[in-house]
């Protein structure tokens, strides 16, 4: 299955969070946290991704193991299935102002002949993805796919968009990498874990890091690091302009008549009308928004997927349209080019 590159938001509680995960188990992770994002944000999943709640609040989901690979050359079922058996083992350990809590991940996994696998996860486990109390990373989901190693994924999110992070002290980072007990000296840990994470960073990742130790006073003894983002070669252009389109005002691209429209008609909030700037930009420059969906006010609002999205579906619509009456045009030209061409041959050599 091709990754499609895009920006995944991840609770903070989720980033810091204990747990000593594989590569694939993260995988899964990155997966998951997709597709609680899409459903939130009112998406409809690809019909291979599922993720439905039962009648006792859990919910099921169901994916295809392809989506756990690296790349149409990594068929490594065996450690797809290892991964959800480990995380059927497993508990997250992270704690709040409020409380400590340790949450089962998965249950019940399985895959089935057609290459899908399918496990519960509990509401905690959902909530816990969500909880952005404590703020939240964004990351884009083919670079945290790409990585070999478990601690350059750790190091990305905790990175990921930042521009400066508090110093973290020795033993907290080994208690987020789960090495509290691998790494006795710190300097192996820094060589071993730190410096291989940044390595791996530079060499795939939008954002790497330089570092300063910190040692406790009147010894040489390290006890804290203090991490400094920084952007490599590695950036999305795509994504980086989506970015910055996002932070500038909607106002600059679309009359404010129509923003107020779609606002006051069809409850679009301020948010929804920059996820979908590009649609609506192209829009408005092919026909007037307000004409087309004035007499749609009341199918919107009785639309079972709501006004927004029906409003979205009409411009799409309409666009579509738009570019098969313009590709049809195109055809009748050429068509009518090559036949004035065979005409003016046939002339010529009298055929």
Same mark, same amino acid.
């Given at each position: 299955?091709?990754?499609?590159?895009?920006?995944?938001i991840?609770?903070?509680?989720?980033?810091?969070?204990?747990?000593?995960?594989? !590569?694939?188990? %993260?995988?899964?992770?990155?997966?998951?946290?997709?597709?609680?994002?899409?459903?939130?944000?009112?998406?409809?999943?690809?019909?291979?991704?599922?993720?439905?709640?039962?009648?006792?609040?859990?919910?099921?989901?169901?994916? &295809?193991?392809?989506?756990?690979?690296?790349?149409?050359?990594?068929?490594?079922?065996?450690?797809?299935?290892?991964?959800?058996?480990?995380?059927?083992?497993?508990?997250?350990?992270?704690?709040?102002?409020?409380?400590?809590?340790?949450?089962?991940?998965?249950?019940? *996994?399985?895959?089935?002949?057609?290459?899908?696998?399918?496990?519960?996860?509990?509401p905690?486990?959902?909530?816990?993805?969500?909880?952005?109390?404590?703020?939240?990373?964004?990351?884009?989901?083919?670079?945290?796919?790409?990585?070999?190693?478990?601690?350059?994924?750790?190091?990305?999110?905790?990175?990921?968009?930042?521009?400066k992070?508090? &110093?973290?002290?020795?033993?907290?980072?080994?208690?987020?990498?789960?090495?509290?007990?691998?790494?006795?000296?710190?300097?192996?840990?820094?060589?071993?874990?730190?410096?291989?994470?940044?390595?791996?960073?530079?060499?795939?990742? *939008?954002?790497?890091? #330089?570092?300063?130790?910190?040692?406790? %006073?009147?010894?040489?003894?390290? #006890?804290?690091?203090?991490?400094? *983002?920084?952007?490599?070669k590695?950036?999305? $252009?795509?994504?980086?302009?989506?970015?910055? $389109?996002?932070?500038?005002?909607i106002?600059?691209?679309?009359?404010?008549s129509?923003?107020?429209?779609?606002?006051?008609?069809?409850?679009?909030?301020?948010?929804?009308?920059?996820?979908?700037?590009?649609?609506?930009?192209?829009?408005?420059?092919?026909?007037?928004?307000?004409?087309?969906?004035?007499?749609?006010?009341?199918? =919107?609002?009785?639309?079972k997927?709501? *006004?927004?999205?029906?409003?979205?579906?009409?411009?799409?619509?309409?666009?579509?349209?738009?570019?098969?009456?313009?590709?049809?045009?195109?055809?009748k030209?050429? !068509?009518?080019?090559?036949?004035?061409?065979?005409?003016?041959? =046939?002339?010529?050599?009298?055929?």
């Open positions: 299955m091709k990754i499609t590159n895009k920006d995944v991840q609770s903070y509680i989720i980033t810091t969070a204990r747990y000593d995960f594989s !590569v694939y188990e %993260k995988r899964i992770l990155f997966r998951l946290i997709e597709m609680c994002q899409f459903q939130l944000e009112g998406k409809k999943l690809d019909k291979h991704f599922q993720l439905e709640r039962n009648l006792f609040g859990d919910y099921i989901v169901s994916v &295809p193991i392809s989506a756990f690979l690296n790349g149409e050359d990594d068929e490594n079922y065996v450690r797809v299935k290892q991964a959800l058996r480990d995380l059927r083992n497993k508990t997250i350990e992270y704690e709040d102002d409020k409380e400590w809590k340790l949450i089962g991940l998965i249950e019940k *996994p399985k895959f089935d002949k057609r290459g899908i696998a399918r496990f519960e996860i509990q905690e486990i959902y909530d816990a993805i969500f909880n952005f109390s404590k703020g939240f990373r964004r990351y884009e989901l083919d670079t945290v796919m790409s990585f070999s190693s478990v601690y350059a994924m750790r190091m990305y999110e905790l990175i990921s968009n930042q521009e992070l508090y &110093p973290y002290s020795i033993d907290t980072l080994k208690l987020m990498f789960k090495v509290q007990d691998k790494y006795t000296l710190t300097a192996d840990f820094i060589r071993r874990v730190i410096d291989a994470a940044k390595a791996e960073l530079d060499e795939k990742s *939008p954002y790497s890091f #330089t570092y300063k130790t910190d040692t406790q %006073k009147g010894s040489k003894k390290i #006890t804290s690091i203090q991490f400094f *983002p920084y952007k490599t590695n950036v999305d $252009e795509t994504l980086e302009k989506s970015r910055l $389109e996002k932070q500038i005002s106002g600059f691209s679309l009359d404010r129509v923003i107020n429209y779609l606002k006051e008609n069809f409850l679009f909030e301020t948010d929804e009308i920059k996820h979908n700037r590009a649609l609506f930009e192209e829009a408005d420059k092919n026909f007037n928004i307000i004409d087309l969906i004035a007499d749609k006010k009341r199918a =919107a609002h009785d639309a997927k709501g *006004p927004q999205a029906y409003v979205i579906g009409i411009l799409k619509g309409e666009l579509k349209k738009l570019k098969e009456k313009k590709e049809a045009v195109v055809n030209e050429q !068509v009518y080019k090559v036949n004035n061409i065979a005409a003016s041959l =046939a002339n010529k050599f009298k055929i």
